[in-house]
């Protein structure tokens, strides 16, 4: 049975093929619908719409249901379109008319939004703790290490020298300008829809202040017709901050797949850590890292299909906004899984030693001799031209002097500096 039961019950293949996997998909609303109808129920009450004996026995049936949903013990059964219908369903049935009094002034429409802005508010906070985790593992690994030099390289050649602290500071400082885009998609779904009912409004005297405050958001999509257009917009600012951290996190699966190659030879991982191949028994590859790379890799598409999906669509609730869920919502669970994962490789990470010793790294050291003789007052450009000649007669021999000191050098990693910019990214969400 259908909410929008007209005495036709469509057909079966149309169902299906409108339903999809919506019941599936709509299981992670869930509580956040319960949550909504809370909001919207106690508003009614107030302006007399519910009465205020019947608040009482709507919200404990509600409150049922969300231990239910806790519990893992709700399901959206056969037949129901999604999870507003199956709520709606629980209440009427245990409540009968009773139940069917909470649709009044809202439509599935911004119900779906207040629970997709919940969600994704959820989602963003999440994705930010995790980040934050990965942030501190790798800060206190730059910490670690930052006396560990290794070859820095340019178009893969060798070029200056670098560390370990450099590299696992860089990744924690991309991390701080990925936080960035993580609040904006937060703020942009901390906004309550509630009330735009189908897309225009309801001539019921709704207190939309209310539900804000309610459901904690932080202000209200005023415009009606802006609140149903961010459907989409919401989902498309989460996916700009979940590409933003996934190219950091690829990035760094690619320098990881790199440097275990036995050509660099830079770190390593305990072998159960590593997997086999089933020809080449001396195979310990780095399976984790490459799908990481990968799933971070696709995760960089999501902005694009939802572009694609949303793109052309006129203003007001159209059935093609459904499938976003599909895009969006695997999307920070899978980007979830790869920060947690780096995190745990990271504990285990093996760093090799006096790496520089190596004499086919000798060349990283000629911009360090141009600058010692350019200090002591040769000009640069003849400084330059001095040491160029010594590599091309293969008179070229190091000094193997490191001397970096400015802010954010090898010498002078700034992590704290990086550290109190994360915070203040962080103070940003307000919770
Ligand atoms: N499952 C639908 C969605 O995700 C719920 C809203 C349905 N609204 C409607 N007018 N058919 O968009």
């Known amino acids: 049975m259908k909410l929008w039961n007209k005495g036709f019950e469509p057909d079966k293949l149309i169902e299906q093929f409108t339903v999809g996997n919506d019941r599936e998909l709509d299981l992670s609303l869930a509580r956040y619908d319960v949550q909504g109808s809370m909001a919207h129920i106690r508003m009614l009450e107030s302006i007399g719409l519910i009465g205020s004996d019947e608040l009482p026995v709507l919200l404990a049936e509600l409150e049922n249901i969300a231990q239910s949903i806790e519990r893992g013990e709700f399901i959206i059964e056969d037949g129901v379109e999604d999870v507003h219908s199956q709520v709606e369903l629980l209440l009427t049935r245990k409540l009968g008319d009773l139940g069917k009094k909470i649709h009044s002034g809202r439509s599935r429409n911004d119900q779906v939004l207040v629970d997709l802005k919940l969600f994704m508010r959820d989602q963003m906070k999440t994705l930010s703790?995790?980040?934050?985790?990965?942030?501190?593992?790798?800060?206190?690994?730059?910490?670690?290490?930052?006396?560990?030099?290794?070859?820095?390289?340019?178009?893969?050649?060798?070029?200056?020298?670098?560390?370990?602290?450099?590299?696992?500071?860089?990744?924690?400082?991309?991390?701080?300008?990925d936080m960035e885009m993580v609040v904006a998609a937060y703020n942009i779904a901390n906004q309550n829809?509630?009330?735009?009912?189908?897309?225009?409004?309801?001539?019921?005297?709704?207190?939309?202040?209310?539900?804000?405050?309610?459901?904690?958001?932080?202000?209200?999509?005023?415009?009606?017709?802006?609140?149903?257009?961010?459907?989409?917009?919401?989902?498309?600012?989460?996916?700009?901050?979940?590409?933003?951290?996934?190219?950091?996190?690829?990035?760094?699966?690619?320098?990881?797949?790199?440097?275990?190659?036995q050509n660099y030879g830079f770190i390593s991982f305990p072998d159960e850590l590593t997997t086999g191949s089933s020809i080449m028994p001396h195979k310990k590859n780095p399976d984790v890292f490459e799908i990481m790379r990968g799933k971070c890799n696709r995760l960089q598409g999501v902005p694009n299909e939802i572009s694609l999906l949303t793109t052309n669509?006129?203003?007001?609730?159209?059935?093609?906004?459904?499938?976003?869920?599909?895009?969006?919502?695997?999307?920070?669970?899978?980007?979830?899984?790869?920060?947690?994962?780096?995190?745990?490789?990271?504990?285990?990470?093996?760093?090799?030693?006096?790496?520089?010793?190596?004499?086919?790294?000798?060349?990283?050291?000629?911009?360090?001799?141009?600058?010692?003789?350019?200090?002591?007052?040769?000009?640069?450009r003849d400084a330059y031209r001095e040491v160029g000649m010594q590599v091309q007669r293969g008179e070229y021999t190091p000094t193997r002097e490191v001397h970096h000191t400015h802010e954010g050098s090898i010498g002078n990693l700034c992590n704290d500096k990086i550290a109190e910019k994360m915070n203040k990214v962080l103070e940003k969400f307000g919770f």
Not at 141 to 161: F, N
Not at 339 to 348: N, R, S, V
């Open 193 to 261: 829809p509630l009330g735009s009912a189908a897309g225009y409004g309801s001539s019921f005297p709704l207190n939309r202040t209310m539900t804000t405050e309610l459901m904690g958001f932080a202000t209200l999509h005023y415009n009606v017709v802006a609140a149903q257009m961010s459907r989409g917009k919401t989902e498309r600012a989460a996916a700009y901050a979940i590409a933003s951290v996934a190219s950091t996190l690829g990035k760094f699966a690619m320098d990881v797949c790199l440097f275990m190659c």
């Open 313 to 380: 669509l006129p203003l007001g609730y159209h059935r093609d906004l459904q499938l976003l869920k599909d895009i969006i919502f695997p999307a920070t669970t899978t980007l979830c899984q790869c920060l947690d994962m780096c995190d745990f490789m990271l504990q285990h990470i093996i760093i090799r030693d006096n790496i520089l010793d190596d004499e086919r790294y000798n060349y990283l050291f000629t911009v360090e001799d141009v600058n010692r003789l350019a200090l002591s007052g040769v000009p640069f």
């Open 129 to 177: 703790e995790r980040m934050v985790n990965l942030f501190h593992r790798l800060q206190s690994l730059s910490e670690q290490h930052k006396h560990t030099l290794m070859p820095g390289y340019t178009h893969l050649q060798v070029a200056m020298p670098s560390s370990f602290g450099l590299w696992f500071g860089a990744y924690a400082e991309s991390l701080v300008d």
